[in-house]
């Protein structure tokens, strides 16, 4: 398993590249912007998913463009999110054709690799956490030190607690690999979070 992140669009969202090396097949988690940039990176790849961890532009910038480059791709996203968000934070939805819808639970195959599925709503209604191994790519739920805001659209900060809460339980060390700023394990957001703290605390 390897894993590349290349920041993209205006405010430097995490784009990352999960490849299984044996099958030659790679997912991309949020291909928030610079598509240029990022079909260079993806060159010789069997690029099998575009997995969004939500709707909001800065997450979907270039799933069009990537999606028109790998027909073969299947492009994930909670339905909660392709259908509620408001259309300034999600414009593509009229470009992204033949989108599948991902929750709770689903598992997603990838070479040897599996991927699977947590809804995790607070920062929108259709946040999903997706979970490879010991890998936690989070999106704009859990950050390090911070989590993701609650006053767009579909927004709720009790939901975004609950949300935290269920990832601070989770058992062992795992890697954070956030949506935004620089990356974390699930120990130290569970000693240094303030809100990671306050949600494993039950004080909503």
Do not use: W
């Amino acid at each position: 398993m390897k894993v590349s992140m290349t920041q993209v669009g205006p405010i430097g969202t995490n784009c990352y590249i999960l490849e299984d090396e044996a099958a030659h097949q790679a997912a991309v988690i949020d291909p928030g912007g610079d598509a240029p940039r990022l079909l260079e990176a993806l060159r010789g790849l069997d690029v099998r998913y575009i997995l969004l961890t939500h709707g909001h532009y800065d997450h979907t910038g270039a799933a069009a463009e990537l999606a028109a480059a790998f027909p073969q791709a299947e492009v994930y996203i909670h339905e909660k999110d392709y259908c509620d968000v408001d259309p300034s934070l999600f414009p593509l939805r009229t470009e992204l054709s033949g989108v599948k819808f991902y929750g709770e639970g689903d598992r997603l195959t990838l070479g040897g690799l599996e991927l699977q599925v947590l809804h995790t709503p607070g920062h929108s209604e259709g946040s999903v956490t997706l979970r490879c191994g010991d890998l936690l790519f989070c999106g704009d739920t859990l950050f390090a030190g911070s989590c993701g805001r609650t006053d767009f659209p579909g927004g709720d900060t009790a939901k975004i607690l609950s949300s935290l809460r269920r990832l601070g339980e989770l058992e062992g060390d795992l890697q954070v690999l956030p949506g935004h700023m620089e990356d974390s394990t699930l120990s130290r957001e569970r000693q240094a979070n303030p809100y990671l703290r306050q949600a494993m605390s039950g004080r909503f």
